[in-house]
């Protein structure tokens, strides 16, 4: 359950800083506050198209046999994992200039009185905010099928998006404890070991397929140490993919996934200061 609250509460701050922004800068004018209707119905729109695709998602699922739903779900937690990777990326590339991108998108827009171009740019950016929130859900936790636990995932979920709620109240009020910088640098490092974890889950469906060969199954055994069945274990199952008792692959394959993030992050990190990508300070 915490997966869920984490992730939605993630997508859901930076969902209300897309809008957030676009809302600060139309109200700003009279002109512009003729393009409110058409930010909220790109809003509606766009989660009305995450909404699309959790159901789409659930429908194809439910049509696959029981070695096919495990072939699903292990290619969505890859797909998780990649969509996790890109997005931590994009945000160091472009979060400084986030705001100046979306404002003069929506200049170009309100200028030659393209609502509908408007209307489209949210939607865009709403649905981009859902449709990953969408994959992260399903690729992690999703796949369970018993009731008592989909009402703790909705629970969990709505807490979340509450949380969200409150977070982007405090980080607009602009404070030294919490603030963008801070705020995306944190979530970052949750959002890689998610993503770690998410493809140690992959890996577990897919040598139960007998596709990855296991090399060494288990490669060492601490579960007299930390197990996973509750605690702080659990925690680390959860969100950074910590094992009991590994296979020697899912190790090698983890340990390869850090290399290639922390290159990623070195490669962002070493552009251009006009290029590299920092929390917006404000909106």
Do not use: N
């Not at 579960?223 to 899912?250: C, V």
């Amino acid at each position: 359950m915490e997966q869920v609250a984490f992730i939605v509460w993630r997508e859901s701050v930076e969902a209300l800083l897309v809008v957030g922004i676009l809302y600060t800068w139309l109200k700003a004018s009279p002109e512009g506050r003729r393009g409110l209707p058409w930010l909220w119905g790109g809003v509606a729109t766009g989660v009305l198209l995450a909404g699309a695709l959790a159901l789409v998602l659930l429908g194809v699922a439910s049509w696959l046999s029981d070695t096919g739903q495990e072939w699903f779900q292990a290619l969505m937690a890859l797909a998780a994992c990649v969509l996790v990777v890109q997005m931590v990326v994009w945000m160091r590339r472009h979060g400084r200039g986030l705001r100046r991108e979306l404002e003069s998108g929506a200049s170009a827009q309100v200028g030659s009185d393209h609502w509908w171009g408007l209307l489209v740019l949210v939607m865009i950016a709403v649905a981009r905010e859902g449709s990953e929130t969408v994959v992260f859900l399903y690729g992690t936790v999703l796949s369970s099928q018993q009731d008592g636990q989909l009402w703790s995932m909705v629970l969990a979920g709505v807490g979340g998006f509450a949380v969200a709620l409150l977070t982007f109240w405090l980080l607009q009020l602009g404070g030294r404890v919490i603030t963008w910088r801070r705020f995306f640098k944190l979530t970052e490092i949750l959002l890689l070991l998610l993503a770690g974890a998410l493809l140690v889950s992959a890996t577990d469906r897919l040598i139960s397929l007998d596709v990855l060969p296991a090399l060494v199954d288990p490669i060492w055994d601490s579960s007299g140490l930390l197990g996973t069945e509750g605690g702080l274990g659990k925690i680390l199952a959860d969100f950074a993919g910590y094992r009991a008792y590994p296979a020697l692959s899912q190790v090698l394959i983890w340990g390869g996934y850090w290399l290639v993030v922390i290159g990623l992050l070195r490669r962002t990190s070493a552009q251009p200061p006009v290029q590299r990508a920092q929390a917006p300070a404000s909106i």
